[in-house]
């Protein structure tokens, strides 16, 4: 059996405050392979989107071990982490968090260009992964000038735009209709025939969940197999 992408043993998140310690996490064991696609599900402050942010390297576990890939966040410096970010992981949120002043082609373009690309190649990049998602006519529309289903998608081709091996969509359909949520879902399910990506997504939405190779739930600071 190869290595699994994601390695997590013994994984910890504790918030303390002068009142008490909550334990979000506890002692928290997880693997998936490369190119699968897992849903984890929870009540409404469960810890899913914590979760999320440790294993995109946006926030530290309080114990345990993590690994992505080649990485070992659990030994990573700021530094190094913001370049595991960059490289290896892409993020969708349940707000897209487009830039209101550039057009979807500059949105998606931006973390490339960031990176050192050539302006021309950072763009050209996000032109094919705007027309992947059926958005080839909305190229210089600005996010205002967009559906929500459209502007979804933009972000997510904005994720995938430094070609990660890992995409992290947090309620990536909560905001929008049950129209636009059955398009978004398709593309994120399509990630790994289409990209290579392994997705790893948070959401309450059952039916989304459903799509999902594998599906947990965490509860507890406890992930189980639903």
Not at 183 to 204: P, Q
Request: aromatic share 8%.
């Amino acid at each position: 059996m190869s290595e699994p992408l994601i390695s997590c043993r013994g994984l910890g998140k504790t918030f303390a405050s002068a009142a008490e310690e909550l334990h979000v996490l506890r002692d928290l064991d997880f693997a998936a392979e490369a190119g699968a696609s897992v849903a984890v599900t929870g009540a409404s402050g469960s810890g899913k989107s914590t979760f999320l942010s440790i294993l995109g390297g946006l926030d530290r576990p309080s114990s345990g071990e993590l690994r992505v890939g080649a990485w070992n966040l659990s030994a990573l410096p700021e530094r190094r982490l913001a370049e595991f970010r960059a490289s290896t992981v892409g993020f969708v949120f349940q707000f897209h968090y487009l830039l209101k002043d550039f057009d979807a082609l500059e949105n998606v373009a931006l973390p490339a260009y960031m990176r050192g690309e050539p302006r021309a190649q950072a763009f050209e990049k996000a032109r094919i992964l705007l027309e992947d998602m059926e958005l080839g006519s909305r190229l210089h529309h600005f996010p205002s000038q967009l559906s929500g289903g459209e502007r979804q998608r933009a972000a997510i081709a904005r994720a995938l735009v430094n070609s990660p091996g890992l995409v992290l969509a947090d309620e990536p359909t909560g905001n929008l209709d049950a129209a636009s949520a059955r398009n978004v879902r398709s593309v994120l399910f399509g990630l790994s025939a289409r990209y290579g990506a392994t997705l790893i997504l948070a959401t309450h939405d059952r039916e989304l969940a459903a799509a999902a190779d594998f599906r947990y739930e965490l509860s507890g600071g406890e992930l189980h197999l639903a």
